[in-house]
């Protein structure tokens, strides 16, 4: 079945250092959404991409989705104390359902 | 605060017992999603309702069932429980059927399998 990988698990950097968090798939996507999930929260929908090659930014957030639709990226630019939470990529492909990354945490020190 | 809401916020059970878990959806959602997120496996798709009928299906266990009621909101039933099934257990709802279509979570359900 269609898997998604993201990368890194865990990420601790100084306030004020970049971000950047990845997502592969086996499998050609339609489409790819990101999710933010704040520590004893829920997940909370950020962005959706679908077109090959798009980018997207979201002030300080940049999201990209590759060329070849399998694989895409977040990108935060001076991370503050705010940014602290997982990050969820999310894929369809074939299937119908979305199959979300194990999510990539975030810790800003400040 | 998404707009959806998930009853109960804790729930604390033993082993082989039965629970249900309720969710209702934003106002004019018509479709809802219940997902498992444990500490191992992540966030986790077990099954949607669009409409009162069951439209997707992820890993849900056949111990687990679902259904949607006429007024829109959404019961997941986990019986027979083990302690493996511990997790929060987050409903999700969106407009539209399809998974282009953004996805609003609740709170989410912490259950405790003792």
């Known amino acids: 079945g269609q898997q998604v990988m993201q990368i890194p698990q865990y990420q601790h950097v100084q306030e004020g250092e970049d971000f950047t968090t990845y997502c592969n798939s086996s499998?050609?996507?339609?489409?790819i959404q990101w999710y933010k999930q704040r520590p004893g929260g829920h997940p909370v929908f950020l962005i959706q991409l679908v077109k090959s090659g798009e980018v997207k930014k979201q002030k300080r957030l940049t999201f990209q989705f590759g060329e070849a639709k399998k694989n895409s990226s977040l990108h935060i630019t001076a991370t503050q104390t705010t940014d602290v939470g997982t990050y969820f990529c999310?894929?369809?492909?074939?299937?119908?359902?979305?199959?979300f990354g194990s999510g990539t945490q975030l810790t800003v020190l400040p | 605060d998404s707009g959806v809401t998930q009853t109960p916020k804790h729930l604390i059970t033993a082993t082989g017992q039965r629970v249900t878990l309720r969710c209702s959806p934003r106002?004019?959602?018509?479709?809802v999603y219940w997902y498992q997120q444990s500490l191992d496996q992540g966030l986790q798709f077990l099954i949607q309702?669009?409409?009162?009928?069951?439209?997707a299906k992820g890993n849900i266990l056949e111990r687990f069932s679902a259904q949607q009621f006429p007024d829109l909101h959404s019961e997941l039933n986990l019986s027979s429980l083990e302690l493996g099934d511990s997790a929060l257990y987050f409903c999700?709802?969106?407009?539209?059927?399809?998974?282009?279509?953004?996805?609003?979570f609740g709170p989410g359900t912490r259950l405790t399998v003792l």
């Open positions: 309702y669009y409409n009162g009928e069951e439209r």
């Open positions: 999310a894929g369809r492909g074939s299937a119908r359902q979305l199959t």
């Open positions: 106002s004019g959602d018509l479709s």
């Open positions: 499998t050609t996507l339609s489409n």
């Open positions: 999700a709802s969106s407009v539209v059927a399809e998974f282009t279509d953004t996805q609003y």
